[in-house]
């Protein structure tokens, strides 16, 4: 898991994921969800060692923190 913040009336956040281990390319999946439906989690870009994901607060949402659960699978080195 992985929190975020959104700060003032930013409606987006960047979220960097760092792995223990590298992928052998970026030829994996990674996917992310939101502890709550008011955010919608994509993925940014993706490197062999890490990704960025996309938090963007969907309109009625007043929150302005909340956590990322996230799974990535692929290739190996």
Avoid: H
């Avoid at 960047?14 to 990674?30: A, D, K, M, R, T």
């Avoid at 008011?38 to 309109?59: M, T």
């Amino acid at each position: 898991m992985t929190p975020f913040v959104l700060s003032g009336p930013e409606a987006k956040a960047e979220v960097g994921v760092q792995f223990e281990e590298p992928f052998g390319g970026i030829n994996y999946v990674i996917v992310g969800m939101s502890n709550n439906p008011g955010f919608q989690i994509s993925l940014k870009s993706q490197q062999e060692d890490s990704a960025v994901l996309e938090v963007v607060r969907q309109p009625g949402c007043n929150l302005a923190y909340g956590f990322i659960s996230w799974i990535a699978i692929g290739p190996s080195l």
